[in-house]
């Protein structure tokens, strides 16, 4: 499964980006899509995840409110969007998807994107 994600920029702090990320395939290793980050010298971290069969989402504490996930199955494509950016959102995005949304968390055989850079000055 290859995944391809686009829609990063550099914005100011209150603006809004989406994020999008399409995968090759639908298969049991895309039943779950969803989106990481990664600052500058800190760890990746889990942001959003959709699972495509139950309908449910979870998110990062940091971004609940602001960003949403969501999915087009028919495009096989998940989007995040992001408003109400913060400086502390600047980071690469990578989209991910595995068999559930947990597994994903775990980065238990994930599929994983190409990052994309999201940028938020102040």
């Known amino acids: 499964v290859q995944l391809q994600a686009s829609g990063g920029g550099l914005v100011q702090a209150g603006d809004s980006l989406r994020l999008s990320c399409t995968a090759s395939e639908r298969t049991y290793t895309t039943n779950a899509l969803g989106w990481f980050r990664q600052a500058p010298g800190k760890e990746r971290e889990f942001v959003a995840g959709?699972?495509?069969?139950?309908?449910?989402?979870e998110y990062a504490a940091s971004v609940k409110g602001r960003f949403t996930i969501s999915t087009n199955n028919a495009k096989n494509t998940v989007y995040l969007q992001m408003n109400s950016l913060k400086p502390e959102d600047t980071a690469v995005y990578y989209c991910?998807?595995?068999?559930?949304?947990?597994?994903?968390?775990?980065?238990?055989?994930?599929?994983w994107g190409q990052g994309t850079q999201v940028t938020v000055s102040s």
């Open positions: 991910a998807s595995s068999f559930s949304i947990l597994n994903m968390r775990l980065n238990l055989n994930n599929n």
């Open positions: 959709f699972n495509r069969n139950t309908v449910t989402t």
